[in-house]
């Protein structure tokens, strides 16, 4: 398997001396075979389409990812990539003209894309909770906050009123409410988007959920405020082992809070891997790329570098790969040919260069280069590539 | 000083001008800080293109059925800095703090309710109608939101050539700058015919860099010009805005909430808390050399993008209090961990405790304790857990 070109290969070193490598086809997964157990959370191969009246808008197309109890995975990417469509897939909350085209959600051996909406019911903030973006649009604000506790309490457990609302005001004196009793009786416009989006978590956790998804809790906040809401969200995980999708594009937020990172783009996952490794060496040249592109505090740079261009409209995609139009890396396969998601060294990765059968220069053949995945593919019983134009 | 708000009112029609009187609060008057700390007037050979002194803006609140003024907003309360020609002076604080409101006083898209704005030397705050024409073509503002502040029923060329029309230059003249100006930043001189909605959100906001520079400017305040792109898009507009900056011989009064942005693009930083400037530095020394304790608490509160580093977070209590109703005395003092009484009962002065490094810029803090909150600083922190200096 190992490459015989030697040259430009500066990109894989881990590929050349690594003879595991050679297991390249990634995503083994579907139907569970060979899945560890303790994964809480396993989404296969999911796709969700919007059908709006200007075409379809692939949202989330084909994306794979798991979660361990207790973990906490980051997902990070540019705005519009499918970040929260996937959380909303994911609890089910996806409406016309919104549809889950394909895939799998496990949920504790449970699939939650064919889950009924009684069975959802049951498992959404009780199981699963999530906090929105948006603080201020998922409270209502005709009721005081404390009673939206309450009744999140009482839907899925059978509390006493007074039992409850002793748990509603102890939630908010956890989640850092100052004198909670008093603010029980407040309207959510009363309080600032801080003091809301801990009222969410509050909800969110009223049920010691086992899978907690945050999507972009913090964005809205200042880094103070961030600060607490951050603090507050590691001591759930310790204290109540509350596995956390966090959903974020603060590349700084990921770093401290999140073990194992999803880089998406363009409704494609396109790096997974553990977050030491990911900060460490970025294998897919669009993490590469935001990793240069942003200023780090203390570390002060002359220039940043930039990723040229912008996302690809996602009702109209590239037959190749989707960044190709602005990876510095093209070869004349990546726009032809969409790469699978590549394990490497434990990683995934979704692009060319990690694939052993190509050769990572970019003069080199198009023909030649499809030959020689053809061969290496039938070597590997992988379906053929599709006849490049 | 006082009287300046009645002036001239051709811009900001919302209020009447004699809505507030700052004398009322006799608090807030406790130091003229005319010549401003750390750099008085005589003898200072510095080159400043913008002076600000004792600047107040109040917004009316009105309520009840009669719609009266109830109460008012000191969204800026007394600040004073000093802008240095070609320089970047980034300002940075928390959402309310009155960043923006300081950006639009300075260049009086609205008025000030207090204090004097010197201008290469003219007092903006005293000019007529006509002078201010006159000194605007100087001063531009670049938004925060790029897709608002185009105007979506023009092509874009249109409103980058906005501003010749204006001062009355000629059809050619327009066309070849908008064109000039459109290339210069990264953008096709086609473009000009198409609207807003086709281009990106980054794309739209070169237009409002593009927009800002016809009329060759030599002070433009950035308010907030990235927050609202992506990371990748964020670096594409601070280049060009750097290379600008070369080019024209640009000074910034850049405004950003994200203290990393700041750090990158400014020779100098400044930190708003509630209205007042809370310290005011060079870059490295406000960095390295954080003072004020809620610059202390904002700059630890980043989190670095760099999982080997694991900060000790200085986790400030409760919320940012209303504007309406400030703290007294040091209006940090609610949420200081350092706080003594004297910080309830008097308000820090304005002063200049000295740079560090001897050949920078004063340091100018405003806490009653400033020469006791010594911390290790960032770059000794990142050293310290990495063994090198930086990443790059
Ligand atoms: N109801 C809908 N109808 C049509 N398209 C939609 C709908 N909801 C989302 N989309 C599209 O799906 C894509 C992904 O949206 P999503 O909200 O997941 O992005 P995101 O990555 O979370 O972005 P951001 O960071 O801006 O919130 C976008 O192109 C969006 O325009
Ligand atoms: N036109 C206005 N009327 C009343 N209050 C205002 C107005 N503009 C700003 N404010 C208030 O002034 C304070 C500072 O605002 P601003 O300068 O916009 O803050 P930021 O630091 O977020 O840019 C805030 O409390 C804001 O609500
Ligand atoms: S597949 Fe090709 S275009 Fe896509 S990221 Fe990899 S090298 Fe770049
Ligand atoms: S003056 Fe007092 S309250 Fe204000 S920052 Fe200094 S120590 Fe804290
Ligand atoms: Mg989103
Ligand atoms: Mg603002």
């Known amino acids: 398997m190992q490459n015989t070109n030697d040259s430009a290969t500066s990109m894989k070193p881990d590929l050349a001396n690594d003879g595991a490598a050679g297991s390249v086809k990634a995503d083994p997964t579907s139907g569970g075979a060979g899945a560890s157990n303790d994964d809480l959370l396993r989404v296969e191969g999911l796709k969700t389409y919007f059908y709006t009246e200007d075409g379809i808008v692939k949202a989330v197309d084909g994306i794979d990812f798991s979660l361990k109890?207790?973990?906490?995975?980051?997902?990070?990417?540019?705005?519009?990539?499918?970040?929260?469509?996937?959380?909303?897939?994911?609890?089910?909350?996806?409406?016309?003209?919104?549809?889950?085209?394909?895939?799998?959600?496990?949920?504790?051996?449970?699939?939650?894309?064919?889950?009924?909406?009684?069975e959802m019911t049951k498992i959404r903030g009780n199981r699963i909770s999530m906090i929105f973006q948006q603080p201020t649009s998922c409270l209502n604000p005709v009721f005081k906050v404390g009673d939206q506790i309450v009744e999140v309490l009482k839907v899925h457990k059978r509390m006493s009123d007074r039992a409850a609302k002793d748990r509603a005001v102890e939630l908010l004196t956890m989640v850092g409410i100052p004198s909670a009793k008093k603010r029980y009786d407040s309207y959510p416009h009363e309080m600032s988007g801080g003091m809301c989006q801990r009222v969410m978590i509050a909800m969110g956790l009223a049920n010691e959920p086992e899978l907690l998804i945050a999507d972009e809790p913090t964005t809205a906040l200042d880094v103070t405020i961030q600060a607490q809401i951050l603090e507050l969200m590691k001591a759930l995980k310790k204290d109540i082992n509350t596995a956390i999708i966090l959903i974020t594009h603060d590349l700084g937020v990921m770093a401290e809070m999140a073990e194992r990172m999803v880089i998406m783009y363009a409704g494609k996952?396109?790096?997974?891997?553990?977050?030491?490794?990911?900060?460490?060496?970025?294998?897919?040249?669009?993490?590469?790329?935001?990793?240069?592109?942003?200023?780090?505090?203390?570390?002060?740079?002359?220039?940043?570098?930039?990723?040229?261009?912008?996302?690809?409209?996602?009702?109209?995609?590239?037959?190749?790969?989707?960044?190709?139009?602005?990876?510095?890396?093209?070869?004349?396969?990546?726009?032809?040919?969409?790469?699978?998601?590549?394990?490497?060294?434990?990683?995934?990765?979704?692009?060319?260069?990690?694939?052993?059968?190509?050769?990572?220069?970019?003069?080199?053949?198009?023909?030649?280069?499809?030959?020689?995945?053809?061969?290496?593919?039938?070597?590997?019983?992988?379906?053929?590539?599709?006849?490049?134009? | 000083m006082a009287t300046n708000a009645n002036n001239v009112n051709e811009l900001d029609n919302r209020e009447p001008a004699d809505a507030i009187k700052p004398s009322e609060n006799g608090a807030n008057t406790p130091v003229q800080h005319i010549t401003g700390v750390g750099g008085g007037v005589t003898g200072d050979s510095t080159d400043y293109i913008m002076r600000v002194q004792n600047l107040k803006k109040y917004f009316p609140v009105r309520g009840g059925v009669l719609q009266r003024v109830v109460g008012q907003v000191k969204a800026v309360d007394g600040v004073n800095f000093d802008v240095r020609r070609g320089e970047t002076l980034g300002l940075v604080g928390e959402s309310g703090c009155g960043k923006t409101t300081v950006g639009r006083t300075v260049l009086r898209l609205l008025n000030p309710t207090g204090g004097n704005v010197l201008f290469e030397g003219r007092d903006l705050t005293t000019l007529n109608a006509g002078e201010m024409k006159k000194t605007r073509r100087n001063m531009q503002i670049i938004f925060q939101d790029p897709y608002s502040s185009l105007d979506p029923r023009v092509p874009i060329g249109q409103s980058v050539g906005e501003g010749l029309l204006i001062h009355g230059f000629s059809r050619e003249e327009r066309e070849q700058t908008v064109r000039d100006m459109l290339k210069r930043v990264g953008l096709h001189p086609e473009h000009a015919r198409r609207y807003p909605h086709e281009f990106s959100g980054g794309q739209r906001q070169r237009i409002g860099i593009a927009r800002a520079l016809t009329m060759h400017p030599s002070f433009i305040v950035a308010d907030e010009p990235v927050s609202a792109l992506d990371v990748s898009i964020q670096s594409q507009v601070l280049n060009i805005l750097k290379d600008l900056q070369q080019e024209f011989k640009l000074t910034y009064l850049f405004i950003a909430h994200n203290l990393s942005v700041v750090e990158h693009i400014s020779d100098r930083v400044g930190v708003m808390y509630l209205g007042k400037m809370a310290e005011l530095a060079d870059r490295d020394e406000l960095f390295n050399n954080p003072r004020h304790p809620y610059t202390q608490a904002l700059l630890s509160a980043i989190p670095i993008p760099d999982p080997r580093i694991r900060r000790d977070r200085i986790i400030l209590k409760g919320d940012v209090p209303s504007p309406l109703n400030p703290p007294s005395g040091c209006r940090f003092h609610t949420r200081c961990w350092l706080a003594q009484q004297i910080c309830s009962d008097q308000e820090p002065e304005w002063r200049d405790i000295g740079s560090e490094n001897a050949t920078a810029h004063p340091h100018l803090v405003a806490c009653h304790f400033a020469e006791q909150t010594k911390v290790k600083g960032l770059a000794n922190e990142i050293k310290e857990q990495l063994g090198t200096d930086t990443k790059v």
């Open chain 1, 269 to 389: 996952v396109v790096e997974q891997t553990d977050t030491n490794s990911l900060f460490e060496s970025p294998k897919h040249p669009y993490t590469q790329g935001l990793l240069a592109s942003i200023p780090v505090l203390g570390q002060v740079r002359d220039r940043l570098e930039v990723i040229p261009g912008t996302v690809p409209s996602l009702r109209n995609l590239p037959p190749g790969c989707r960044f190709a139009a602005r990876c510095p890396r093209q070869m004349p396969i990546c726009v032809d040919e969409e790469p699978d998601l590549l394990k490497v060294h434990g990683r995934s990765v979704r692009c060319w260069l990690y694939h052993p059968a190509i050769d990572p220069d970019p003069t080199a053949c198009a023909d030649q280069t499809l030959d020689k995945l053809n061969t290496y593919r039938q070597t590997q019983q992988e379906p053929p590539a599709a006849a490049a134009k």
């Open chain 1, 69 to 118: 109890r207790g973990e906490v995975l980051g997902i990070a990417g540019e705005s519009g990539c499918g970040k929260s469509v996937t959380s909303l897939t994911i609890m089910r909350l996806i409406s016309q003209p919104g549809k889950i085209v394909a895939g799998h959600i496990w949920f504790d051996g449970k699939d939650l894309a064919t889950a009924t909406e009684d």
